[in-house]
T-cell receptor
Framework: DAKTTQPPSMDCAEGRAANLPCNHS???????VYWYRQIHSQGPQYIIH???NNETNEMASLIITEDRKSSTLILPHATLRDTAVYYC?????????FGAGTRLTVKP | DGGITQSPKYLFRKEGQNVTLSCEQN?????MYWYRQDPGQGLRLIYY???????QKGDIAEGYSVSREKKESFPLTVTSAQKNPTAFYLC?????????????FGPGTRLTVL
């Protein structure tokens, strides 16, 4: 599975959009981009995934660049409850290779 | 109410004892997984099972054992051979048919070996 690179931490003001970047320059054509988040001492929560096209669901939007070498997870209106570690994963098989993720802190 | 349950949430054991962590799912998923998470780090795959009565080793299987006698259950035994068993253990399941195959996680069990 391709390796991902994420910033270790980010801050966001409550009510503003949180944009979390992920680089996956070695991604191959059949690897999906997945995003999960983990609130302290809980199991990871699935957010969204995509292959080529941008995706949106009730939680977030996923923007994947045309060359697929990077992506951005967008939380449109961050709340305090969105404070968590966000993991970007690229995979084609069933092994979810989690890195260290980005610790997002939403501040009042 | 469908989901994945892990019990207990916190578990304490003395060094040298085997301990079994429970994972149950009522999602009718074929595939189940066990991960280990150490403080400040990502998840590492211990074992996975794609079908009843079959399972494969992940990246860090040494010192662990599993069974998959029922579709709903995938217990993990941490044996005395595991050199550093204190960690947060996460179970996940997925439909298991083909890619993409989203994994859904349980709440985790925090094991502390004294």
């Amino acid at each position: 599975d391709a390796k991902t690179t994420q910033p270790p931490s980010m801050d966001c003001a409550e009510g503003r959009a949180a944009n979390l970047p992920c680089n996956h320059s070695t991604i191959s054509g059949n690897e999906y981009v997945y995003w999960y988040r983990q609130i302290h001492s809980q199991g990871p929560q699935y957010i969204i995934h995509g292959l080529k096209n941008n995706e949106t669901n009730e939680m977030a939007s996923l923007i994947i660049t045309e060359d697929r070498k990077s992506s951005t997870l967008i939380l449109p209106h961050a709340t305090l409850r969105d404070t968590a570690v966000y993991y970007c994963i690229v995979r084609v098989n069933n092994d979810m290779r989690f890195g260290a993720g980005t610790r997002l802190t939403v501040k009042p | 109410d469908g989901g994945i349950t892990q019990s207990p949430k916190y578990l304490f054991r003395k060094e040298g004892q085997n301990v079994t962590l429970s994972c149950e799912q009522n999602l009718n998923h074929d595939a189940m997984y066990w991960y280990r998470q150490d403080p400040g780090q990502g998840l590492r795959l211990i074992y996975y099972s794609q079908i009843v009565n079959d399972f494969q080793k992940g990246d860090i299987a040494e010192g662990y054992s599993v069974s998959r006698e029922k579709k709903e259950s995938f217990p993990l035994t941490v044996t005395s051979a595991q050199k550093n068993p204190t960690a947060f253990y996460l179970c996940a399941s997925s439909i298991g048919v083909s890619s993409p195959d989203t994994q859904y996680f349980g709440p985790g069990t925090r094991l502390t070996v004294l």
